[in-house]
């Protein structure tokens, strides 16, 4: 069993290392270039549609409102990549890891909005009224091959049980260690406070994420906004260390024993695509239930998640880290995870560490509450109805025996089924790629919606008043 694991660990490395990163590269590029780089043409236009219009009535049919679905896919996303994932790309690739992170964010956007776009196109109501959708539905659909959907939700409903073991052992074991609980104890009042929220189905999760999601992503942004407003001077540094090192090859400081130029591409771009998980199709079944009047619109929404989520919540981290020099201390590489923390605790002394702690158990709970809603939703479409009910509790016992120690083992069978779940999913995103094309020139040169929001936009009078002045 020992050799079997070391087997599956090597191909695990292998598989996130050069193969898929080039894959998500390429297709990240591929739909960037297909959609006209949409992402870098219509910034202030995308910010308008999807925060600019919180509060407003949403537009079309749907489950939940937009905001509720980004909230939902961002409980996914945010979590431990953001907290321990950087600190990791720093140690193992250099400071430059920073700026392949940012930048293969700019191209995930693309396959993430596509990823949206079909979900939203190809979704169906099932027998409670919901809409519901994602990539079993656009493969089953768009692609007509249902076996291939079948694969994909099987491969889904499989990985999410190790995974939620390994999310409820690590938020047990967080509590354990910050409050003195017992750690099975732990486990069990944290499935049963989650098993209140995913019994009522994704209205209620909707609910509970767009309140806890701005809540938690806003007081950890902030905590990091604080202490670049605490060290403006580091702020020129920062970015100066990181622009100078994704170039060349980094020199060894302190702990850090240096990375090649490739290992800084390859941590910058592994991390930043693990963080914001464009293409593994997870995001889309978030955004599939909500209220829109066009797929693109929507889309627009999972454009904001990855702002939100890498290019916010990862900079803060990073600036953290590198402002701070902790990276730099003499047992740094050893243990990555804990950089954070340390350098949460340069600044705010035992409580920033406690910040960390208590930041990680928010995001991580908030991970499992919306992971188990994908796993039902995969339960649904192969079985109906009374098999995503039973799943629910299947999910909910996975907590418990991961908050006991349970799962260790199977551990590294995590990223191989990631890569059962990615592959499909890519591969049905560039089988589509025509319907996503046709969907944004629809979009955008259709009187119902891009030119009609322009137009109400230049009736504005404000808008008007500014062009008088500017005339």
Same mark, same amino acid.
């Given at each position: 069993?020992?050799?079997?694991?070391?087997?599956?660990?090597?191909?695990? /490395?292998?598989?996130?290392?050069?193969?898929?990163?080039?894959?998500?590269?390429?297709?990240?590029?591929?739909?960037?270039?297909?959609?006209? +780089?949409?992402?870098? #043409?219509?910034?202030?236009?995308?910010?308008?549609?999807?925060?600019?219009?919180? +509060?407003?009535?949403?537009?079309?049919?749907?489950?939940?409102?937009?905001?509720?679905?980004?909230?939902?896919?961002?409980?996914?996303?945010?979590? $431990?990549?953001?907290?321990?994932?950087?600190?990791?790309?720093?140690?193992?690739?250099?400071?430059?890891?920073?700026?392949?992170?940012?930048?293969?964010?700019?191209?995930?956007?693309?396959?993430?909005?596509?990823? &949206?776009?079909?979900?939203?196109?190809? #979704?169906?109501?099932?027998?409670?009224?919901?809409?519901?959708?994602?990539?079993?539905?656009?493969?089953?659909?768009?692609? #007509?091959?249902?076996?291939?959907?079948?694969?994909?939700?099987?491969?889904?409903?499989?990985?999410?049980?190790? &995974?939620?073991? *390994?999310?409820?052992?690590?938020?047990?074991?967080?509590?354990?260690?910050?409050?003195?609980?017992?750690?099975?104890?732990?486990?069990?009042?944290?499935?049963?406070?989650?098993?209140?929220?995913?019994?009522?189905?994704?209205?209620?999760?909707?609910?509970?994420?767009?309140?806890?999601?701005?809540?938690?992503?806003?007081?950890?942004?902030?905590?990091?906004?604080?202490?670049?407003?605490?060290?403006?001077?580091?702020?020129?540094?920062?970015?100066?260390?990181?622009?100078?090192?994704?170039?060349?090859?980094?020199?060894?400081?302190?702990?850090?024993?240096?990375?090649?130029?490739?290992?800084?591409?390859?941590?910058?771009?592994?991390?930043?695509?693990?963080?914001?998980?464009?293409?593994?199709?997870?995001?889309?079944?978030?955004? $599939?239930?909500?209220?829109? /009047?066009?797929?693109?619109?929507?889309?627009?929404?999972?454009?904001?998640?990855?702002?939100? /989520?890498?290019?916010?919540?990862?900079?803060?981290?990073?600036?953290?880290?590198?402002?701070?020099?902790?990276?730099?201390?003499?047992?740094?590489?050893?243990?990555?995870?804990?950089?954070?923390?340390?350098?949460?605790?340069?600044?705010?002394?035992?409580?920033?560490?406690?910040?960390? &702690?208590?930041?990680?158990?928010?995001?991580?709970?908030?991970?499992?509450?919306?992971?188990?809603?994908?796993?039902?939703?995969?339960?649904?479409?192969?079985?109906? #109805?009374?098999?995503?009910?039973?799943?629910?509790?299947?999910?909910?016992?996975?907590?418990?025996?991961?908050?006991?120690?349970?799962?260790?083992?199977?551990?590294?069978?995590? /990223?191989?089924?990631?890569?059962?779940?990615?592959?499909?999913? *890519?591969?049905?995103?560039?089988?589509? &790629?025509?319907?996503?094309?046709?969907?944004?020139?629809?979009?955008?040169?259709?009187?119902?919606?891009?030119?009609?929001?322009?137009?109400?936009?230049?009736?504005?009078?404000?808008?008007?008043?500014?062009?008088?002045?500017?005339?």
């Amino acid at each position: 069993m020992e050799r079997l694991l070391v087997w599956i660990e090597h191909i695990s /490395d292998w598989l996130w290392g050069p193969p898929l990163i080039i894959l998500l590269t390429g297709t990240g590029l591929y739909f960037t270039i297909l959609l006209k +780089g949409f992402q870098f #043409r219509y910034p202030l236009y995308i910010f308008k549609q999807t925060i600019g219009s919180v +509060g407003k009535k949403p537009k079309g049919e749907g489950t939940v409102t937009p905001l509720q679905a980004l909230t939902s896919a961002l409980s996914s996303t945010i979590g $431990a990549a953001n907290i321990v994932g950087v600190p990791a790309a720093i140690m193992f690739g250099g400071p430059g890891a920073v700026f392949w992170m940012w930048l293969i964010a700019l191209f995930a956007m693309a396959i993430k909005f596509s990823e &949206s776009v079909l979900a939203v196109h190809y #979704r169906e109501k099932n027998e409670q009224g919901e809409y519901v959708g994602g990539p079993m539905y656009y493969i089953t659909k768009g692609l #007509r091959m249902k076996w291939l959907g079948v694969f994909f939700s099987v491969a889904l409903i499989v990985e999410l049980i190790p &995974s939620i073991m *390994v999310q409820g052992n690590s938020v047990s074991v967080s509590l354990a260690e910050t409050f003195s609980f017992n750690k099975i104890y732990a486990g069990i009042g944290i499935a049963f406070l989650i098993g209140l929220v995913v019994i009522g189905g994704v209205k209620r999760i909707g609910k509970v994420t767009e309140f806890v999601v701005p809540l938690m992503a806003g007081a950890y942004a902030g905590a990091g906004l604080l202490i670049v407003l605490m060290n403006l001077s580091s702020v020129p540094a920062f970015f100066s260390l990181v622009f100078s090192n994704a170039f060349t090859s980094s020199s060894a400081v302190g702990g850090f024993a240096g990375a090649a130029l490739a290992e800084t591409v390859r941590w910058g771009f592994a991390r930043g695509l693990y963080s914001n998980e464009a293409g593994m199709g997870t995001a889309p079944i978030a955004h $599939a239930a909500a209220m829109t /009047d066009h797929p693109v619109r929507q889309g627009f929404w999972s454009v904001i998640g990855i702002v939100i /989520d890498t290019l916010i919540i990862c900079t803060t981290t990073a600036f953290v880290v590198l402002a701070s020099g902790v990276w730099t201390g003499k047992n740094a590489s050893i243990d990555p995870a804990a950089l954070t923390t340390a350098a949460f605790q340069h600044y705010f002394g035992s409580g920033g560490g406690y910040f960390v &702690s208590v930041s990680l158990v928010f995001f991580v709970v908030s991970t499992i509450m919306v992971v188990i809603f994908y796993g039902v939703k995969q339960a649904e479409f192969l079985f109906g #109805r009374l098999a995503g009910h039973v799943i629910k509790f299947v999910y909910l016992a996975a907590i418990i025996i991961g908050a006991a120690g349970g799962a260790k083992a199977i551990w590294g069978f995590l /990223d191989l089924a990631l890569a059962f779940i990615l592959v499909p999913n *890519v591969i049905a995103l560039l089988l589509l &790629s025509r319907k996503v094309k046709a969907l944004y020139t629809e979009f955008f040169t259709s009187e119902q919606y891009y030119l009609k929001d322009i137009r109400k936009t230049k009736q504005n009078p404000v808008y008007q008043t500014k062009e008088a002045k500017n005339s």
